[in-house]
């Protein structure tokens, strides 16, 4: 299996980047993953999740235009670099290959569909 230096946190804002471009930034993502998953999702921790991840080189950013309902000030806006999009294959392919092994009567029956 692949190492990878992407905790979850990480890899699900890092697809929300990938699913919002060219309107990524801290407040969109935020709000997007609470809306798409069952966990509060605080600006401060997507924040801190897109530092770390432009730290390791996954996303770039830029400051936007000034906007009139943010008062004149800018917008830091994401966007997944190559390396960043290398790595979501990555975790990509070792998800599936595990979903793949997996015969359906291991798992509990769920009432999901």
Known sequence: MKRTDLGEFEEVVLLTVAALTPQAYSVAIAEDLENHSSRTVTTGAVHAALQRL???????????????????????????????SRMLQDVREVRESLWDRILPQSLPQTNYV
């Open 54 to 84: 432009e730290n390791k080189g996954y996303v770039k950013s830029h400051m936007g235009e000034p906007t009139s309902e943010r008062g004149g000030r800018r917008k830091r806006i994401f966007t997944v670099t190559i390396a960043g």
